[in-house]
């Protein structure tokens, strides 16, 4: 019975330290559904949540570093924790992350046959709508199986969309700097210009009518029927 209730003893103490990773707590705890939940007290051997002084953020858009973020933009997202592998669990305020998986695609953590490292990465996509004014980016991390709770956060504002050349949202102002760049180009162009790069067809419907050529006859003063008058004449003042 000893043997039995020191191997029960161990089974309870796994189970615990295995559930207060922030991986398994959100898979175990009844969170799954509740995509910004983060841990709020001890949990197992786990102390409370603890400020953590130690993790920071780099948010980058094409490697150059983001302050701000866009609608409609991608951003890769580094958590790193010093020299301190941890298991990790990331959430979006608003917007996606790459690792996310439904119905949580805000939320993203160490999976249980990842090992701890000591840097979480992921790419954040913001969303081009929603009433959302900023992106709170939250990391929960835990160093071994009796470590508190370690707590990191970082706010970005979402810039508004006429900021946001990169953006691949609807309205965005590369689109509309295009389309407007192409009208004045059209506008500042010559007459023959424009019709030249009208084409042939649209050049020809545009050019000013031939005028009409001259009839020949009798009624019409041309060169050869001056000519004839005059030699008709001579004639008769001869005769």
């Keep these: 019975m000893a043997r039995v209730a020191i191997i029960a003893s161990c089974c309870l103490l796994l189970i615990a330290s295995a559930s207060a990773y922030p991986t398994f707590w959100v898979a175990e705890d009844e969170v799954a ?3 910004l939940a983060h841990p709020a ?3 197992a051997r786990h102390g409370a949540p603890v ?8 948010v980058t858009s094409a490697g150059v570093p983001a302050t701000a ?9 580094l958590v790193d924790f010093g020299a301190s592998p941890r298991r990790a ?5 608003a917007g996606t992350l ?3 998986a439904s119905p949580c695609l805000n939320r993203a953590y160490t999976s249980k046959e990842e090992s701890a490292e000591p840097t979480f990465a992921d790419v954040l996509t913001v969303p081009c ?3 959302a004014t900023a992106v709170n980016l939250f990391a929960t991390s835990a160093t071994g199986s009796s470590g508190a709770f370690q707590e990191a956060k970082l706010t970005l504002p979402i810039n508004a969309l006429a900021k946001c050349p990169a953006s691949t949202c609807p309205g965005a102002p590369k689109a509309a700097a295009a389309a407007a760049a192409a009208n004045t180009t059209a506008a500042a162009l010559p007459g023959a210009a424009v019709a030249a790069a009208a084409g042939p067809a649209e050049a020809n419907a545009s050019a000013p009518a031939a005028a009409p050529a001259a009839k020949s006859g009798a009624g019409v003063a041309g060169p050869a029927g001056l000519v004839a008058v005059v030699l008709s004449a001579a004639a008769l003042f001869m005769a």
């Design 33 to 35: 559904n509740d995509c």
């Design 41 to 43: 007290k001890k949990e």
């Design 51 to 58: 400020a953590d002084k130690t993790t920071t953020f780099k």
């Design 69 to 77: 973020v866009c609608p409609g933009v991608k951003y890769d997202v």
């Design 89 to 93: 669990l990331l959430t979006a305020s």
């Design 98 to 100: 790459g690792r996310g």
């Design 129 to 131: 709508t929603g009433a």
